[in-house]
């Protein structure tokens, strides 16, 4: 036996002991929980679907960073195959490849960043359980360049044999089924190594392809490409011997065209989707080409040659029932807008589906960005013909999933719809659950975020007005819990003259603009500092003050008419509101290691003793503005404060005068929020995303952080990625988690009665 699979081998059992040592310490302090998306229908980029061919009605999806997905026709819905992933960079997803002749075998090729882990993941029951097969090559699934592919691929007619192409590595082989991987020395691309600038990629290989028709199964397939993204005077390659050896094909696309999505007839024809970029938001200019296998002569067959086009192609396939039907979507085209078209004669002539399509967005409504209709969509990197049906064509967004069964009619409309029932593929930044209303609002990365009336339906529309491109934070008014407030990042285009703050009245289901005018600081000339994403707001218990965290905090009490800056406020301080005492706001000043309280409504902030706490305040400080505050007002409790300090939790009921320490030494919080209190309990139940006997992972505490029971399990880890988490205080158990990909989550004690409707 080699002595790298013994250490593999020893490896996987010390990881099986440890997970058994972890099992049982955890045993006598879990609870078991059952969790459920918030339904948004989607809403991030899936760069590509990939339909099985061995099996009718099967289909995956990849994702930038929220795992990949199976489609279940049983369920008529998309099944998320990581849940139980606890490794971050797993859940960026570089390429899928399912068996073409078994249709339980599935392979992931999972790696979010090259800072991160990458792995090879087998599946032999269709994403259930996966066999890890971690790999020196890094990848880069949520990097420029994550439309690309597929990068991974499956000899047909020798299923054990896969090639990856790798970012950085070159071509890298496989002829166990992926559990062992070695560099083809022979491909004349050997990869430009990591990147200089740890904020750049490389497209490296962009695609690998079989040609089935040049093998028999068992013998292997003589015929492979291979195709680089990468500046060079060659970017398509070839072997005719099962990829041992490799040449440039010769002709086809000038330098300046990089291949980035191909795919292959069953007449040996490949057509090749080029882009001046690897995308998906860097094409200026592409180009679409059949390459003949006799005598390689090579088609120029672009759709749109108007030069006042914009933007270039990425997605392609060939219909496997019908010899030359075609497809292929462009890609940053936003002039004229982006498109599919369909060919049935080899490229020849094209029709644009666009023209003809529409879209009923009634699963998703939020779709239409607050416009009459919803567009056709951007960043449409990914496009599979069904291989069993010539009806059904799907295609990715940059926000969704859309499908038709009407790609066989010759003429007249035809409707697309979302495909998405099941996928949650969004970053959420932040939650709050108020005290009355919507059971939650969010605040979503890209999305801007909803109020959820529901937690089983997509939400009308997102948070317009301001329409913002991310949420960073919201607040609601303890005593009024209908007036909401919220802060967030500008899109390019804001046409709300550069507002960041909005306001609301009724539960955030409409919103009012806020400005906070220019501010001068020192000598400097006055200016605005609401605009870039990172002034949070907070609004008082009674909802009639606001308070924004500029560099010189500013308040009103007038809905933004006028302004003015609370008295003994340091600068960047930032004044969260007690829930139940109008007049009683706080402030931690970091560099004096002191808490600031103000009794007049914020007009003015004064030191208190806040006898309990360190003296340093340091570790409590927040990395950037999407993170969760560490201090926390209890809802219908004046005075009553928890605050995270470095991971241990204090706890107040005089309004900041003096503390205790709420949590022991054996749990290191992350990030916390407050709920329900359980029956005869004197404290709100406290969740946190926490580390407790080296398991990190979602607990909750309801004796005030005296002790601490697990609720998430080995089933339900999202990646461990994480960005705020909540309790419901209207009920007990009920906790709402914000992760980074897999959507918004909710949990509540198993057996719990949960109804479909507002709680």
């Given amino acids: 036996m ?133 790999v020196p090559f890094r990848m880069g699934g949520n990097e420029p360049g994550r439309g690309l592919g597929e990068r991974l691929a ?69 015929i492979v490409y291979a195709a680089v993204a990468d500046p060079g005077e060659h970017h398509l390659f070839r072997s005719a011997d099962g990829g041992r050896r490799w040449a440039p094909v010769p002709g086809g696309p000038g330098a300046e065209m990089l291949p980035v999505r191909a795919d292959i007839d069953a007449e040996g024809r490949l057509y090749v989707a080029c882009s001046t970029g690897i995308g998906p938001s860097d094409i200026a200019d592409g180009s679409v080409w059949r390459l003949d296998p006799e005598g390689d002569r090579w088609t120029d067959i672009t759709p749109d040659r108007s030069p006042a086009s914009e933007g270039g192609y990425m997605g392609i396939s060939v219909d496997r029932r019908r010899p030359g039907r075609v497809a292929v979507s462009s890609i940053n085209r936003w002039q004229p807008g982006d498109t599919v078209w369909l060919s049935e004669d080899a490229g020849r002539s094209w029709t644009d589906l666009g023209s003809r399509s529409r879209r009923d967005v009634s699963l998703s409504p939020w779709l239409r960005w607050g416009e009459a209709e919803a567009d056709f969509g951007h960043w449409t990197a990914g496009l599979a013909i069904d291989p069993f049906d010539s009806g059904v064509i799907a295609y990715t967004t940059g926000a969704t999933i859309y499908r038709t069964d009407q790609a066989d009619r010759p003429e007249g409309e035809m409707l697309w719809a979302p495909w998405v029932r099941g996928v949650e593929q969004t970053a959420v930044i932040t939650l709050i659950s108020p005290t009355a209303g919507a059971p939650v609002v969010s605040g979503f990365g890209d999305l801007a975020g909803f109020v959820h009336e529901r937690l089983d339906a997509s939400p009308p529309a997102m948070h317009l007005n301001p329409r913002l491109s991310n949420t960073n934070n919201l607040d609601y008014a303890g005593l009024r819990p209908e007036i909401l407030v919220r802060s967030g990042s500008l899109h390019a285009e804001q046409p709300q003259g550069g507002a960041s703050l909005g ?106 003793p806040a006898r309990g706490l360190p003296t340093d305040l340091s570790p409590a400080r927040t990395g950037n503005r999407e993170d969760q505050w560490p201090l926390r007002a209890t809802p219908g409790r004046a005075g009553e404060l928890w605050f995270n300090l470095g991971g241990r939790l204090f706890h107040c009921r005089d309004g900041a005068r003096s503390f205790r320490a709420a949590s022991g030494a054996d749990i290191a919080i992350e990030k916390f929020g407050l709920g329900h209190a359980a029956r005869g309990s004197d404290f709100p139940s406290l969740y946190a995303i926490a580390v407790k006997d080296r398991v990190r992972g979602v607990w909750r505490s309801d004796d005030g952080g005296a002790s601490w029971v697990q609720i998430n399990d080995d089933r339900h880890q999202w990646g461990l990625r994480f960005r705020a988490i909540s309790g419901d205080p209207r009920r007990h158990g009920r906790v709402y988690i914000a992760t980074d990909g897999r959507g918004l989550i909710y949990g509540d004690p198993e057996g719990a009665s949960v109804t479909p409707d507002r709680r």
């Fill in 503 to 608: 306001w609301s009245e009724d539960g955030g289901r409409t919103w009012q603009p806020l400005r906070v005018p220019p501010i001068r600081i020192g000598d400097a000339a006055p200016r605005r500092y609401d605009l870039r994403g990172d002034a949070p707001i907070d609004v008082s218990a009674d909802g009639a003050v606001f308070v924004v965290a500029t560099p010189v905090a500013m308040a009103t009490r007038d809905r933004g008419s006028t302004w003015e800056a609370p008295r003994g406020l340091p600068p960047g301080a930032r004044a969260i509101a007690d829930k139940v005492d109008p007049a009683l706001f706080y402030a931690i000043d970091f560099d004096a290691g002191r808490l600031l309280v103000s009794r007049d409504a914020a007009r003015s902030f004064a030191p208190v």
């Fill in 2 to 134: 080699k002595p790298a699979k013994l250490l593999r081998l020893a490896a996987a059992a010390l990881a099986c002991v440890a997970a058994a040592c972890t099992a049982a310490d955890r045993r006598s302090d879990t609870a078991p929980y059952a969790w459920r998306n918030v339904t948004v229908g989607a809403g991030g980029f899936a760069p590509n679907i990939v339909f099985s061919r061995a099996e009718l009605q099967l289909a995956y999806l990849r994702t930038d960073m929220g795992g990949a997905y199976r489609w279940d026709i049983r369920q008529q819905s998309w099944i998320p195959l990581q849940d139980g992933n606890p490794v971050s960079s797993y859940m960026g997803i570089e390429s899928v490849a399912a068996d073409p002749v078994d249709p339980d075998i599935v392979y992931l090729a999972a790696g979010m960043h090259i800072r991160g882990e990458a792995a090879i993941l087998r599946s032999a029951d269709r994403g259930e359980t996966w066999t890890v097969a971690p």
């Fill in 154 to 222: 499956i000899d047909p007619n020798r299923t054990a044999t896969l090639f990856f192409g790798s970012r950085h590595d070159g071509l890298q082989r496989s002829d166990d089924n992926g559990r062992t991987w070695r560099k083809v020395d022979s491909f004349p691309h050997a990869g430009l190594g990591p990147p200089a600038d740890r904020r750049s990629t490389h497209g490296g290989i962009s695609f690998v392809l079989f040609d089935p028709a040049s093998g028999r199964p068992g013998t292997g397939s003589r």
